[in-house]
Structures are given as C-alpha cells and as structure tokens.
C-alpha cells in the first residue's frame, strides 16, 4: 500500500473554474445576466448533459439514480470504499443566479481536473453529483433528489408531484432521458461536502473569504390571524376601536425582538401581510401574517415559538381580540459532522484564507445527505448577499478560495496516495 | 300677520316613518336586508320616482336642477322668503342599508306630513331634497349633487365623470329623467338641517338619542412608502437587515398614538397596506400603506400631519431607510352654524331627548350646504355603529325621536303661523 500525505502546494485552476461557470450560465442564459433553467424542463436537460460531457471528458464514470440524481466518478485506489462525494444542483430559480448550486457542481469537476493533471490518486473513490431539483420552483418539495436519496419522503411521492401545467416529476425525468435505473438507497456515500455561495451577507460584512458551516438553522413558520372589527375610519373614536392592524403590527415588532433577544443566531421575519378590507377609510376587521422563526438550536426555536405564542396570548386578552396561530411547516436544525467541520477549517487555516463559523440560513442539499454520512459545506462570500436574483455574483478569488478548501477538505478523506 | 308660536306638543309619527323607509328599501333590496340603489342606476330612478310620488301625495312642488338634485317644496305664507330646507341622498353603497340617507329624505316628508295634518303653515316655505350621488360608489367624486349645487367643483366636471363601464354623470342623468332645467345657483337657501345616522358607535356606546353635529371633521389621506432592501429571511442576521416592514409597524403605531395624543377627536387610520414582495421567507424590501389622519380643528390636524412626518424623518435616519409620505385628499374641518346647532340643541331639551355632541368623522351633504347657508345636523344611534353595510339598523324610537327634533329644529327657523 502507498504512502499516505497531504500534497499542500496543491491548487485548482481558479480561471478554468470561472470559465466552467460561465459556459453553463449560457443555457437558460436571461437578458438581465442571470439564468433560468428550470428542474425536468429542456434547458435542465441541456444543462445537465453539458455536464456530464464535462465529466466524461475528464474520465469519469456516469450513474444515474431513479429520482435523476447524477453521480460522476472518479475511481479510487480500494473501489470498495465508499465515495467520498461533493456536489449540488444545477437547476435554478425562475430568476435565478450563475453561482447559487451550479458552483457546488463545477467547483467538484475542478477538483477532478485538478487531481487528474496532476496526476494524484485517492484511496477511496471521489464523486461529483448534481441532485434534482433543489430549488422546487417546478415542482414541491424542495431539495427533491437529496431528500429522495436520504429517504426524507419517498419516490413515489416525488413521481407524482406535478408542475402548474399538471406535468409529473416521473414522465418529465422520462421525457429528458434522466429517469435513471440506479436504485434509490443502493448508493453509497462515505462523506460529502458541498461548496456553495453564502445566499446572505455575513462573510462579505465581515471581509471573509470562508465560511465553515457548523449547521444550518432549524426553521419555524406559522400563519397568525388577528380579528378585529371593520368599522368606518372617521366616526369611530380610537377608544372603542377593535383596530386588527394595531394589534398585528404590534406583533409583527415583537418577531423581530424576539429573534434580537436570541441574538446572534435567531432570526425572525414577517414576509407576507394581508389586509381586510385593505381600503383606506375602514379600520382594518382583519390581519394575516406571516412568522419565519429560524435558530441553529431546537431548544432556542422551540422557546422563540412559546414566547411568541405568549406575547399573542397577552395582547389577545389586552385588546379582546382573538388571535390564531398556526404552524404551517417546521425544519429541524441540522449541525453537520464535527470531523467534516475540522476538514473544512484546518484546509482554509493551511490555504492562508482568513474564515469564521456562518450558521446557514437556508436550506441545502447537504442538510438531507447529513442524515446519511458525514457532511460538511464551505461558504464563500456573495456579493452584497444577493442570492435568488439575476444580479448574483461573487468574485473569481472567493471561487477560486472555496474549491481550494474543497480540494483539500476532500483529500483529507479520500487520502491521496503519493 | 298672524302670531307667531312654537306647538310644543306636536310630534311626527314614528310608525310611518318606519313604514315608509321599509317600503324605499324594497327598490333595490338585497338577500342579506340591505339596499344596492347605486346613482343614476334604473333602480335610483325607481327610488326617485316613488319619493316623488310620496311628496305629490303630501302636496308638495317638485323641481330638479341640471345635476339631477331634486326639491320638493311645501309653500310658505311668505314665498319670497328662501326655504328652510332639509334632505339628504337616496343612492346606496353596492352593499347599502336602509338608513343611511334615506332617512334624511324620509323624516323631512315625515315632517311635512306632521305640518299637514296639523294644519300648521309656516312663515318660509319647507323644502325636501334628495342630492344627486351622494355615495360616490358609481361615479366619484362623492357628494355629487350637493358640491355641484355649492359650487365646489363645476357642473361640467360632475357631467364629465364616468363609471366603470364609461356611462357618463351627464347621459345616465338624461336616460333616467332626471337632467332637471333648473340652472345651478338658482335655488336659494335660507337654512338646512339634515338628519342622519350616526354611521359610528358614539351615540349607543352612551345610550344617548340624539347627537348635536358641531360640525365636520377634517380630513388628511397620504401614500406612506418605506424602502428597505429585499433579502432572504434565513442568511441575513437581524443587525444587518432593512426590514421596510419593521420600520413601517413603527409608523403604524405611530399614527395610532398620534390620533390618541389628540383625544378625543383626533382619528387616526392605517387600511390599506401592501408589502413587496409579499412572500414568507423575503425580508420586505418595499411597504406601501395609507394614513388617514382626522380632526375637527385644522390648525390641529395640520399639527399632527408635521409630527407625523417628524417622526418619519427621525425613523429614515435611524434606520438609514428612504421614506416617501405624499398627500393624496384633504377635505378641510367644517363647523356647522351656531344658531342652527341651537336650535337642535333646544328643540331636543324640550323633546326630553338625551343629547350629546358628536363631531361627524365621515362625509355629508351637509358639509357643502354649509358653505351657502346656515346648516346643521342631527345624528341617531346606530346598531354597533354600522355602516355602508347590509346589516346596518336603527331603532324605531330613535328614528322618531330624530325626526321630532328634525320638525322642531325647522319650525323655530321656517316660523309656523298661529
């Protein structure tokens, strides 16, 4: 058996990297500089075998699973070891960016190039994988092929999901030729680590080129209803008014306190307001809002949601108006793999990049791989935090800087033989 | 010249008055026991026609003026003296009810009933009017006829207007008969009382009967805009945020606390709002809302519209946030005529009606009336305070007593001869 080391000069080709990028931002290319190229549909399709072809190019082996989860991979020195993957998704929001999970995909095939050229080999093989459909713009739920995978809800749940034009997730992957016969639950996964733009705008606020992902936040949403009483803005004295509004935006500032209170990882927001009637001169009779309520610890989150129940409590009996709330969806925390973390921040303290811990907000594929293997992920800094847009950008020193940590975070598993 | 006197004893019939605003409210009667009778529909026309009816019956002369308002005069042993008018409109809301305006027009025939079976002539002739499209709910602006008839806005303007479907002000009146020839500023007027629901809780919430209107208040409407920056709910910490909706919740607040530290008559409304771009899991980026500030004093409203904006000031440099406040109405306070606020006062405390003043916070006629002759109103209670709405309802011996005061307010002006 060869000798195991750490080649530390080691470094991807940052400006093959942001070529890749651009080449694949040109299917489904916008006016406005940014990419749609939606889960199933034609462009995905198109982008999906470019892909591959750049794989194949790089010798790489092709799998495709029944959820069309792709597998790309590069052989191993014990081919029985589990894989050592990497990866994210190629599709993107209606209006989405070049970066946001296409730069998880490149940013791997880098690392293969980077490995081929210079001719290093892994004991355990190394993968590159692009889920379906993580954005669940087409179709519900999001991160559809990883959860699939993890076995978050099952395939025949994902089959049958359709589009607004009542297509099904399984005759379109049939239709794009990416219903794969690799069956779910047969594919193993040693570890895996995913590189992705922040979406938020911690690392650029703080001039940091890494992010070490300790976990991503668990995720509270709730529907709260205020009801009042409609009456005619000019004769009703303020005295006797059942104002639902004045009760609701007094809500809508304890959300944002409560998330302060939990400083600095809680979070809270009020996105969506509806007013009834919503006419200038009549006092609003009822207020729906949103509530998003995120904290890395479930204990924390669960404590936000009590007290925001109670503060509802509170002014319900001040102001005798009922008020509802309801939880319509709940995300768990997710912490990721201390080992994977440790990979993650020992490569960038080596590579001399400058990193802090940046707790993710939004949810990744990785969140559902973690159920399976260990996991990390690697933030780089967006530009302005602007994800989800066809503004999206990020500088090619922070690309560059990201698949370097991924480069070597993955080395640390995969050991090279030297 | 006969001796002049005020028949103390005499009272309307209350059961009439019921019966005939019943019948009224048969024309355009809805399934939830309300009335749709919009301006210058078939069904305003059918209105028109059995109140003109009911008048004929009572004796009384009928003229329609060039904006469709239409007068229903008894004569006077003096005829050169201008009438001693009351009135009020007969166009409903699309979800109307029976009461509102209807019962301005109904007392005032009742009264003249009451003079006719009594015998009782008067020194200046009486007039009953309906005004033209008092509502606004089919062509704007609101209180149509009357500010025609005061010379707020220009005859050519109101003919000008259109409804949804193009129909204008000018051809509606034409089809339905009701394009009078009597020529605007033609008509004179020596005083005018108008009765009507309270259209707000005031009256009931005191068990009072009947509200002396000291006049009008002033009314300012304005477009409020906060411009916050548009992010994901979960990547951005609280500390970085420009959350338009938090900065807007404030002002919300504010203008609740505004109307409250100009008790007891200052009004203060936020009923529309409209967040960008309304989605559960997008910090706002952009909120739109509307103020209504009221007051009956309008060196006082005036006041409170430069707090406001004071306090918009202080937030945008807080909060670093542009915020745009543009005034869009402003209808200025209206006190009405001391002699005439008197004689309601009197003819009540003979009556031995409970009696309070009550500032009117929403529109009437007699707000342009009052710039052309010495005006007054009487209010009832009515049910809940509701208004502009199917379910509206008054009590019968509140109806009567308004009418009694409204007979007796009109005598100590029109003069009855003994």
Redo the contacts between chains.
């Keep these: 058996m060869a000798q195991l080391g750490l080649p530390t000069q080691l470094r991807i080709n940052g400006e093959r990297l942001q070529r890749s990028l651009l080449e694949l931002a040109k299917i489904g290319a916008t006016p406005k500089g940014g990419v749609c190229r939606l889960a199933l549909s034609d462009l995905d399709q198109q982008g999906r075998t470019w892909v591959i072809n750049q794989a194949k190019a790089l010798g790489l082996s092709v799998s495709i699973d029944q959820i069309g989860n792709t597998f790309m991979r590069r052989a191993g020195q014990r081919s029985q070891l589990p894989p050592v993957m990497t990866g994210s998704h190629i599709d993107t929001q209606p209006t989405g960016g070049k970066y946001d999970g296409n730069y998880g995909v490149l940013a791997g095939l880098e690392v293969i190039a980077t490995l081929n050229e210079n001719g290093i080999e892994t004991e355990a093989p190394i993968e590159v994988v692009f889920w379906t459909n993580e954005e669940g713009s087409r179709f519900t739920p999001v991160m559809m092929g990883s959860g699939v995978f993890a076995g978050a809800f099952s395939l025949e749940h994902a089959y049958s999901r359709t589009d607004q034009a009542g297509k099904s997730v399984q005759n379109e992957l049939e239709r794009i030729g990416f219903l794969g016969n690799e069956k779910i639950g047969e594919h193993s996964c040693g570890a895996y680590f995913e590189a992705h733009i922040?979406?938020?705008?911690?690392l650029e606020?703080h001039n940091i080129t890494i992010g070490v992902v300790p976990g991503v936040?668990g995720?509270r949403?709730f529907d709260c209803v205020v009801h009042g009483f409609e009456?005619?803005?000019?004769?009703?004295?303020?005295?006797?008014r059942q104002?639902a509004?004045?009760v609701a935006?007094?809500l809508?500032?304890y959300v944002?306190t409560l998330?302060?209170n939990h400083?600095?990882h809680?979070?809270?927001?009020?996105?969506?307001?509806q007013?009834f009637p919503?006419?200038?001169?009549?006092?609003?009779g009822r207020v729906q809002f949103?509530v998003?309520l995120?904290h890395p610890d479930s204990a924390v989150l669960s404590e936000m949601s009590a007290s925001l129940q109670k503060q509802i409590d509170t002014l319900s009996a001040v102001h005798r108006m009922p008020i509802t709330l309801e939880e319509v969806s709940y995300f768990p925390p997710c912490s990721f793999d201390l080992a994977c973390i440790d990979a993650i921040r020992e490569s960038s303290k080596d590579l001399g990049y400058s990193q802090m811990d940046v707790v993710?907000?939004?949810?990744h594929d990785a969140i559902y791989i973690a159920r399976l293997a260990p996991t990390g992920m690697i933030f780089i800094p967006c530009k302005d935090?602007?994800?989800?847009n066809e503004i999206e950008d990020a500088r090619t020193d922070h690309l560059e800087a990201g698949a370097n940590v991924l480069l070597h975070s993955m080395l640390r598993f995969a050991k090279p033989v030297i």
Aim: glycine content about 14%.
């Design positions: 922040e979406q938020g705008p911690v606020h936040m995720l949403w009456a005619h803005a000019g004769p009703t004295p303020m005295e006797i104002d509004l004045y935006s007094q809508m500032q944002i998330a302060k400083a600095p809680g979070r809270g927001t009020v996105g969506m307001v007013v919503n006419s200038r001169n009549v006092i609003p949103s998003d995120r993710s907000g939004a949810g935090g602007i994800s989800h």
